[in-house]
């Protein structure tokens, strides 16, 4: 019985199918920390874009 137990804990230790997800979620933490971090400065550039566009749609 022991050998079994020994053989579940190995194929535990190797299974690395959980890795991805916790990675994703990390990443996911990251990137919606930064955008709180610069809303302001995002919300400055996208505006300066559509003005850009909108000036530029004008001349047309």
Known sequence: ME???DNF???LKDD???IGVVEIVL???V???LIIIFK???IE???SA???ITSGADSL
Request: net charge neutral; hydrophobic share 45%; charged share 15%.
């Open 3 to 5: 050998n079994n137990n």
């Open 50 to 52: 559509f003005e850009s």
């Open 31 to 33: 990137l919606i920390a």
């Open 27 to 29: 990443i996911l933490v």
């Open 40 to 42: 302001d400065k995002i």
């Open 45 to 47: 550039i996208v505006n």
């Open 9 to 11: 804990t190995v194929s």
């Open 16 to 18: 690395n199918r959980g």
